[in-house]
């Protein structure tokens, strides 16, 4: 039994006759008439009464014809939903990220995304940048979020912004009563900075800035997270260097203070597959319209002054 089997009989049997539904169905007369003969012998009862100008449903005929319009029906809303779904338009979408897409890009492109695309579930699951570059070879995630430098092979990258690093000061500290304080200022400092296994993008940019200012460091306390590094440099550990997100985060016992002159930035970029499905290049396509517009240059995230 095929689906133009069941068409053919809901014609037939809305029409109560083979002529006009063969005129209705752009189909001979000669074949539709096969065809519902094919359908009866596979049920094994007949479907109509025929004579005279037309046809009625037999009490077999009637019973199936629910059913035929039933099976009809489905079949159309599973060919709208597959496509809906090759397009982007449902489904669901796996997000990975860091912290700094939550403040920074989330905020800007999720909820219009929603509005647009109300029938794609999002799935969002915190990951470092190699959890995520694993996940989305493995097909864990579709998209994700990370700071660069990362390896891009079978990936679409962009970048979405740049951020300056800006230095995190206990309210005690001496330099909390400055305006803007350069990298020697911290030459020597203890500093509470960022695991270099968990976040070594920032990592590797605090090292660059140190050594391109001839700086030197102090102690070191290593953090997992950068609330737990505000927290540290609020109890007084040490100072600390973050991206300038963190500047959304209020903290009443630590400072944020722009380093100058204006230091190494990080850049935030989105990635997916290249081979990746429709919903995950609608939330790519969306978060490179909202940061880079229609000029195609980056935002770069400018420092305030801080108290």
């Known amino acids: 039994m095929e689906l133009r089997h069941l068409r053919y009989f809901v014609a037939v049997a809305e029409e109560c006759n083979f002529r006009r539904a063969s005129v209705r169905l752009n189909v001979a007369q000669p074949a539709l008439s096969v065809q519902v003969r094919q359908l009866e012998e596979e049920i094994g009862a007949p479907l109509f009464e025929r004579g005279g100008r037309g046809v009625t449903l037999t009490a077999a005929g009637e019973v199936f014809l629910a059913y035929a319009r039933q099976a009809l029906r489905e079949a159309k809303t599973g060919v709208d939903r597959a496509r809906q779904a ?157 991206p300038s997100y963190v500047l959304q985060i209020k903290h009443d016992t630590v400072v944020y203070k722009t380093i100058d002159p204006p230091n190494l930035s990080l850049e935030l970029a989105v990635m997916k597959r290249k081979d990746g499905r429709a919903q995950a290049d609608r939330l790519f396509q969306a978060a490179i319209r909202e940061f880079k517009g229609e000029n195609g240059s980056q935002t770069r995230l400018l420092v305030p002054s801080t108290r």
């Open 86 to 242: 090759a397009n982007g338009d449902i489904g669901h979408l796996d997000i990975g990220y860091g912290t700094a897409a939550g403040f920074l890009v989330f905020p800007a492109v999720i909820p219009p995304f929603r509005r647009e695309h109300p029938g794609v579930k999002l799935n969002f699951h915190s990951l470092q940048v190699s959890q995520q570059l694993e996940a989305l070879k493995t097909g864990e995630i579709d998209i994700g979020f990370a700071y660069l430098p990362f390896a891009a092979d079978g990936l679409d990258v962009e970048v979405l912004t740049r951020e300056d690093l800006v230095a995190v000061i206990p309210v005690t500290h001496p330099l909390a009563r400055e305006r803007s304080i350069t990298v020697q200022d911290l030459s020597g400092e203890t500093l509470v900075l960022p695991n270099r296994n968990v976040m070594p993008q920032l990592r590797q940019l605090i090292l660059n800035l140190f050594d391109l200012n001839g700086s030197t460091f102090g102690a070191v306390y290593e953090t997992e997270h950068a609330i737990n590094l505000l927290n540290f440099v609020g109890i007084g550990l040490g100072c600390g260097l973050l």
